[in-house]
């Protein structure tokens, strides 16, 4: 006789999909959307639904606000995929959008993962959603600034979800194993310090959180009439977190840009998790060390100059041995230019000749210090007067090199951070000298 189990009768869908949310009030998190008299919330309450994007990581609740809308408009309402669906399938729904509207009825056009589509998918969409054929909802994990084409996002209201807060996840846990669709009718001994473990562990993701309780609880201890789960159980099942990065999105961008704002800030510790949060999730670490080169004259500059140096190393050495073992090397840059001295003033002066450069009339190069590498030139007068500095005493000439409408500009100006306290004082004197040895009236 064959022995029959505790999840023998339970439904074969993943316990994620069983426990989705059917109305706003079983939805968890969002608050700033759904909260009572917020936005979001009054739309979908009031069938008052315009074109909109959800945007916002996995696992926090896109997809299901689509289904509670469908459960509440009186509006027609088409679930499409980005995944599966292109141009013949997008033209097929419009013209019943378009058929739906000349009998007065509205057509909702739910599309997930709307990242997905290229240019000429989306622009499908435009015209229909211009002249009002179809109320157009997109779910997208990527920034909709850089994955949906301007035209349409100008006519869709962009709502931001949020990852789940830790206590918003265990309390979903938590009626997991008491709701029917859940483990309701299975006694499971989990403690609730686990359930946070569990929270924690989801980063966020509402599916994750669900599916590894679901689990924890197969691979529980059954005996007596209940599942057990163990710290051993929890710990096997939660081995390693799965980092939200996507290489060519805009959490990429984030956290190149927190690394950077840490070490400007000089905050090692801040530096190095953020440089360990890109380069566990896989970024290319050759990337992150032309970042930190960057960083070494953007924001050290001539107050370490030996920053740039070891920044340069660290590139070479992420070049020769590759990750993990060149992770240590670009460790090594991060805190040290996280403690270096800070000056930007290499990044500012060249920013304000680019703009003389690009703003100002372009005036010919001073005669002076032309080349004449030909008669035709020397006839000319290139080079005439020029004064070679080492034939001088003091390696100084008061020869004018910038243009006659730019002699007086300063575009680099030393800070007192570091030796660029000496690069200052060096730069006053060479400045004092050609004051006092000024022979233009």
């Not at 953007?298 to 992770?327: N, R, S, W």
Request: net charge negative; glycine share 6%.
């Amino acid at each position: 006789m064959e022995q029959s189990t505790f999840f023998e009768q339970k439904d074969s869908q993943p316990l994620a999909a069983r426990l989705r949310p059917r109305t706003l009030d079983e939805f968890v998190g969002q608050t700033h959307l759904l909260g009572e008299g917020k936005v979001l919330r009054r739309l979908i309450e009031g069938d008052s639904i315009s074109s909109m994007i959800f945007w916002g990581p996995p696992g926090v609740g896109k997809t299901t606000l689509a289904r509670i809308i469908a459960g509440r408009t009186k509006a027609a309402f088409i679930d499409f995929s980005a995944v599966t669906s292109g141009i013949k399938e997008i033209r097929a729904v419009m013209q019943k959008a378009e058929s739906n509207r000349l009998y007065g009825e509205k057509t909702i056009v739910f599309v997930d993962e709307i990242h997905r589509f290229n240019k000429a998918q989306q622009d499908a969409f435009l015209p229909f959603v211009e002249k009002g054929s179809i109320i157009l909802i997109g779910a997208t994990t990527e920034n909709p600034s850089f994955e949906v084409n301007g035209a349409l996002l100008s006519r869709c209201k962009v709502f931001v979800l949020q990852p789940l807060k830790t206590q918003e996840l265990a309390e979903l846990l938590s009626r997991a194993l008491t709701d029917p669709r859940g483990f309701g009718d299975i006694k499971v001994d989990i403690s609730r310090e686990m359930l946070e473990q569990i929270a924690v562990f989801a980063n966020g993701d509402a599916r994750a959180a669900l599916s590894t309780l679901e689990m924890v609880v197969l691979n529980g201890e059954a005996e007596e009439g209940k599942i057990t789960v163990t710290a051993g159980t929890l710990e096997q099942c939660t081995s390693k977190k799965s980092l939200l990065y996507d290489k060519n999105g805009e959490e990429h961008y984030n956290l190149i840009s927190a690394l950077h704002k840490s070490m400007r800030n000089s905050d090692p510790d801040a530096a190095l998790y953020w440089l360990a949060r890109m380069l566990e999730a896989g970024e290319d670490p050759l990337y992150v060390a032309r970042r930190v080169t960057r960083f070494a004259s953007e924001d050290v500059g001539l107050a370490d100059p030996k920053a740039l140096e070891l920044a340069v190393a660290a590139y070479q050495a992420c070049h020769f041995i590759g990750m993990p073992e060149c992770t240590v090397h670009l460790a090594q840059a991060v805190v040290y230019l996280s403690l270096a001295p800070k000056s930007n003033a290499l990044y500012a002066g060249y920013n304000l000749a680019r703009k003389d450069a690009l703003e100002q009339i372009a005036e010919p190069v001073p005669l002076v210090i032309r080349n004449a590498p030909t008669n035709l030139m020397k006839e000319l007068e290139y080079g005439k007067g020029y004064q070679y500095a080492h034939d001088f005493k003091d390696k100084l000439t008061n020869m004018q090199c910038l243009p006659d409408s730019l002699v007086d500009r300063e575009y680099y100006r030393p800070t007192d951070q570091g030796l660029e306290v000496k690069f200052k004082a060096r730069l006053e004197q060479i400045k004092d000298w050609k004051r006092e040895h000024n022979t233009n009236p």
